[in-house]
């Protein structure tokens, strides 16, 4: 891969498979993502190394990951190899087996705008489980009610109900530098 390309920042490949096999051990299903790279020149593109890739940093590592979310797992053997290869990778949750949805909220799509006309209409939005992206957004995690399959994808503009998908978690990289957090109160 000697085409200029380095990490962001250092990735410590400790610190990510213990992550993943701690959110494993709770029964979230985890799968390998790319992970952002940044360039000599400068730009940041996606460790996939596809420079029009629309998803830097948040789409399954294909070649860890070959039918995509489908192979997120909870298997430590499984997850202990993926890191045994040597690559950079980020993490994300596959949320219907894990039994998880969430309500991601991307201000960059006007998610902020919609957050508060849905709080001003049902009440504040509120989870137990809440997370920062790393382009300053949100994800609301929510256990899944059981046997729901019909939820309606989009909320509005830039809030989106995802329950058959993955969520980006910490400590993965976004492709603006930022680590993906857990808010401090989340548990």
Known sequence: MGDNVSNIIP???RRMLQ???AYAAKGWHVL???????????????????????TPGKHPHGFLARRG??????????????????HDLNIAIELS??????IDIDPRNGGEITKEKLEQEYGQLYSDVEAI????????????????????????????????GYIVVWPSLHMSGAEYEWEASSD
């Not at 952002?36 to 029009?52: A, I, Q, S, T, W």
């Not at 790393?134 to 929510?142: E, N």
């Open 69 to 86: 979310q489908y192979d997120a797992t909870t298997n430590a053997d499984i997850i202990r190899r993926w890191f045994a290869y040597g």
């Open 11 to 13: 990735f410590d490949q």
């Open 32 to 54: 390998p993502c790319f992970r952002p790279k940044k360039r000599e020149d400068g730009k940041v593109l996606c460790g996939c190394n596809n420079l029009d890739c629309a």
């Open 133 to 164: 992206t790393g382009g300053g957004g949100q994800h609301y995690v929510y256990s899944s009610p059981h046997g729901v399959s019909n939820l309606p994808g989009k909320l509005g503009p830039g809030v989106d109900l995802k329950g058959n």
């Open 97 to 102: 087996k894990s039994g998880l949805v969430a």
């Open 19 to 21: 992550a993943a096999l």
